[in-house]
């Protein structure tokens, strides 16, 4: 039995591999890089055999004419020949920065990227953004859908965390259990089954890294140990002017409550405080003066940011899996393409 199927590549990037599924679009637009969640392969983006391609976002998006990539980190699955149970948000961001600089190569793409990061992935946003600055590659703008950023997560997800013998966290029955609860409510917005249980274990998800766990820990001497200096450095939430612009979508569902309640007002809060220092501070380092008038405008724009910049979509923290929301998250992301140099640009122009 082969673990790739039609259209997948394992490749590695800065000594991680990395499981790819690349559609080709129209050269012109912006590449979009997909990022899964806590347990899961970048399949959840794009399907598996047998399946309804319209019910998986890279079908929408590669219909709008953008080249997309799913990518994955390595979780303990068969799609894998080894683990990497040391694996850290600093690695991911320079493994998907490195494999994406090939594909823009490969390809003859623009240098201008947008990315889409699910769940647990939102802790890689600064690092990507990092490493992809370094290769001279521009992300416009990132998508975060029901994403966690990077700081604690509430110790709800640190409860009874085991890990398996290869020094993976080990994805217990129990959350397996609510993973499948999600996609059973997903089935009944989309009226079908999209993914069965049994596809979903096989296809979907396995065992992962601690340090991607959002609960400051890592993999020492086959233990899993508390480390916040390390955690601080690697993943900075303070560090407001290395993330790119940010926009945020959610669901509605109260099954993931977490999501809805409180991603609206984080997300938020590193935007305002990036915009600020990218713009706002630079603006008055390079002598500009604003007059009374303007600094009011301002003010004003800003304070209207973060309904600009998120969105609720009817679903829950899988609303990208399934016909309605994958469909949904689509033409916002076209939206937003537009949407977010106008925003740049009347910002850029308050402060002229």
């Not at 793409?109 to 946003?125: E, K």
């Not at 601080?232 to 669901?251: C, H, K, Q, R, S």
């Amino acid at each position: 039995m082969s673990f790739l199927y039609e259209n997948e590549e394992v490749r590695f990037g800065n000594e991680f591999p990395s499981l790819l599924s690349f559609f080709k679009g129209d050269p012109v637009k912006p590449l979009v890089i997909f990022f899964p969640g806590g347990f899961h392969l970048g399949r959840i983006s794009y399907g598996h055999p047998g399946c309804n391609e319209m019910d998986f976002l890279a079908y929408w998006l590669v219909k709008k004419g953008y080249s997309f990539l799913a990518t994955s980190y390595p979780i303990d699955h068969p799609v894998y020949s080894d683990v990497y149970p040391e694996f850290a948000l600093s690695d991911w961001g320079k493994m998907v920065a490195g494999i994406v600089n090939q594909f823009i190569s490969e390809n003859g793409l623009r240098r201008d990227v947008i990315c889409i990061n699910w769940s647990a992935s939102g802790q890689v946003v600064r690092p990507f953004n990092v490493a992809c600055k370094s290769l001279g590659i521009n992300i416009l703008f990132d998508l975060v859908i029901e994403a966690s950023p990077p700081f604690l997560i509430p110790s709800v997800y640190n409860s009874g965390m085991k890990k398996n013998k290869k020094n993976m966290v080990n994805l217990k029955d129990k959350i397996r259990s609510g993973f499948w609860k999600l996609l059973e409510e997903q089935n009944k917005i989309n009226e079908k089954e999209i993914i069965s249980e049994k596809e979903y274990v096989d296809y979907y998800i396995g065992h992962m890294p601690v340090a991607l766990m959002g609960v400051n820990k890592f993999l020492k001497n086959g233990e899993f140990v508390v480390d916040i200096e390390r955690s601080f450095e690697d993943n900075n939430f303070f560090a407001f002017d290395e993330y790119p612009l940010i926009i945020n979508i959610t669901g509605d569902s109260n099954l993931a409550p977490e999501h809805p309640l409180v991603d609206k007002s984080t997300w938020a809060f590193l935007m305002t405080r990036k915009i600020y220092h990218d713009y706002f501070v630079q603006s008055q380092k390079s002598g500009t003066k604003m007059t009374d008038r303007d600094f009011k405008n301002l003010i004003s724009y800003m304070n209207k940011l973060p309904n600009r910049l998120s969105k609720v979509i009817s679903g829950n923290h899988f609303l990208l899996v399934g016909k309605k929301g994958a469909r949904s998250v689509a033409n916002h992301l076209e939206k937003f393409d537009f949407e977010v140099e106008k925003i740049k640009a009347d910002i850029s122009g308050i402060l002229s």
